[in-house]
């Protein structure tokens, strides 16, 4: 990815077309920790039991004890 991006005032700016640059320039230029997103694949394919463990996974990432003091 390194191929796609030049360093920006804010972090990075992009060559190409991710569309999570802009978010997560928006979030450091906010002083905010830019944390990898939570992406789910098949949802609908996935059981009662498994989508309340990601559920639970999801809510334990939210927990402000799981976050980094500092993110880059």
Request: hydrophobic fraction near 45%.
């Amino acid at each position: 990815m390194d191929t796609f991006i030049v360093p920006g005032a804010y972090g990075m700016v992009a060559k190409s077309f991710d569309i999570l640059i802009p978010l997560q320039a928006t979030a450091r230029r906010l002083g905010m920790q830019w944390l990898s997103p939570f992406v789910l694949h098949g949802v609908r394919d996935l059981t009662d039991e498994q989508l309340q463990d990601l559920a639970r996974d999801y809510r334990r990432l939210l927990e402000p004890s799981s976050v980094p003091e500092h993110v880059s």
